[in-house]
């Protein structure tokens, strides 16, 4: 089949190298000129496992390619695929400008039957607009160009993705489901068989789409998103409860995901979530709702303790050191959001960066794929920060004559470290772990000062 994805990011660029991989003729369009010149040297942008392989074997094989022509998009597809950002507003709602923009190009050079597929995460109701808009900007060109000729018919379906960053290419290819909402008419069967088709690949060992109507569809993705930081957040608090009370969570944990209505995902106490998904769908969730005259209260009180929990774990850092980390060296391991990504939106770690800064320490940073202070912060953030942020080549170089050292992020590589080298590097044996990696008794053992999350020993 002919697919055309707009966005060659996470999302978009592991769609089209999966759906290349299948078959598939696929064009990726990204408006990035010096992104599609990399990518058309089969460079991958992000870092995401097993995705280089796959564009350089599908570039090579010409079944991918990329462009910046939008009109070529259009005219390829049979299905169209928007995979743009939808970053947070300023009012905590989602900005569907980039989706729009993407619609209103498809009405400019619309000229046969188009499914339209929403893959983005965008609030109830986007579908409407972008089904809007497209209709508005093949008016627009209609009254330019041959005024009273029929237009193309086209139709919107919503698609939403699930895949995690650091394991997107497994999960494209291994979907727990595939959720396809489509209108109740006949433009909208038609996308339903042609998705079908699209998807028949992923259902060979069981049939894995849901398909629903548009509504739901975009719901469910957010419905999602909530569920998953709710576990989270619910954790958290459990392991501030478990820290005042001389409990562990990391037992806790246990006793709990072995109970099959739980399970062990997403319930492990930490520095609460981040990334680019979660923190702003939370929110978008939160304001649609207000916007509709209902409060998801639950989900706000998700964000509430998710905000607090990055400020409690630096407030026990401060305390730690008496108030103040003036001259203080502090080691961080860890900037991703989470391991096996390069992706920094929303990590806790940027907090923990400026915070300790101001509070007064240097901080002696590693990670594997986040080098540079330019990858964790906006520019003007590079510039206050700088002189105070040193990037280290590796783990134990980082904690070399550091005060302390923090641990943001839980990849692998820091799971089993030297222990009594990083004893005799670290100028202060002394580790705040945001993650939970080690178990207090034995960095006791080992002579080290240990703070993780909810795991204070009995009082
Ligand atoms: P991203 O920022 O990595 O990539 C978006 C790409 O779209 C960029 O390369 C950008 O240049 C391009 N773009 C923007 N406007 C364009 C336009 N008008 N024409 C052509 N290209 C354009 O974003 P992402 O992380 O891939 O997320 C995309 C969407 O998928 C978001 O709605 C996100 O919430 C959702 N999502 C993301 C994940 C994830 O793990 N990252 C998972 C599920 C869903």
């Known amino acids: 089949m002919k697919i055309t994805i707009v966005g060659a990011g996470y999302v978009g660029l592991v769609s089209a190298a999966c759906f290349a991989e299948l078959g598939n003729h696929v064009l990726c369009v990204d408006r990035d000129a010096g992104r599609v010149e990399r990518l058309k040297q089969a460079q991958v942008p992000i870092f995401e496992p097993g995705l280089p392989e796959l564009v350089a074997k599908n570039n090579g094989a010409g079944r991918l390619v990329f462009t910046t022509d939008m009109k070529a998009g259009v005219a390829h597809a049979d299905i169209l695929f928007i995979a743009v950002g939808t970053p947070p507003a300023g009012d905590s709602s989602a900005d569907i400008g980039q989706v729009l923009a993407v619609a209103d190009a498809i009405g400019e050079s619309l000229s046969r039957f188009l499914v339209v597929v929403d893959k983005s995460t965008v609030p109830v109701g986007t579908a409407d607009k972008v089904r809007e808009t497209i209709s508005r900007a093949m008016k627009r060109r209609a009254r330019r160009e041959k005024p009273g000729r029929r237009p193309p018919e086209f139709t919107v379906v919503s698609n939403p993705e699930f895949l995690k960053e650091g394991a997107a290419v497994e999960d494209f290819m291994r979907p727990d489901r595939v959720v396809i909402g489509v209108s109740d008419d006949a433009a909208g069967r038609k996308a339903e068989a042609l998705m079908r088709q699209v998807y028949a ?185 700088g002189r105070h942020v040193d990037f280290a080549a590796d783990p134990m170089q980082a904690a070399c004559g550091a005060d302390a050292l923090v641990i943001a992020t839980e990849w692998k590589v820091y799971r089993s470290p030297d222990f009594p080298a990083l004893r005799r590097l670290l100028r202060q044996p002394v580790i705040f772990d945001g993650r939970n990696l080690f178990d207090p008794a034995d960095m006791k053992r080992l002579g080290f000062f240990y703070q993780g999350v909810g795991r204070r020993s009995a009082p």
């Open 201 to 385: 690949p992923f259902n060979r060992n069981r049939e894995r789409l849901i398909v629903m109507d548009v509504r739901s569809a975009e719901l469910t993705k957010y419905a999602a998103n909530a569920l998953l930081a709710t576990k989270i957040s619910f954790m958290n608090d459990m392991a501030n409860l478990a820290d005042a009370l001389g409990a562990d969570i990391e037992k806790v944990r246990q006793g709990i995901g072995s109970d099959r209505r739980i399970g062990y995902d997403f319930i492990y106490a930490g520095l609460g979530y981040g990334g680019s998904c979660f923190p702003k769908d939370v929110a978008a969730l939160c304001h649609t709702a207000r916007e509709h005259g209902e409060r998801m209260r639950v989900v706000e009180a998700v964000r509430a303790v998710n905000d607090a929990q990055k400020r409690r774990f630096v407030e026990r850092i401060e305390d730690y050191f008496g108030g103040s980390l003036q001259g203080k060296v502090i080691a961080l391991w860890g900037l991703a959001f989470k391991p096996a990504t390069d992706d920094v939106r929303e990590a806790p770690s940027r907090y923990i960066v400026r915070r300790l800064v101001a509070l007064g320490a240097r901080i002696q940073a590693h990670d594997p794929q986040v080098r540079s202070l330019e990858q964790l912060m906006p520019a003007e953030n590079v510039a206050r920060l």
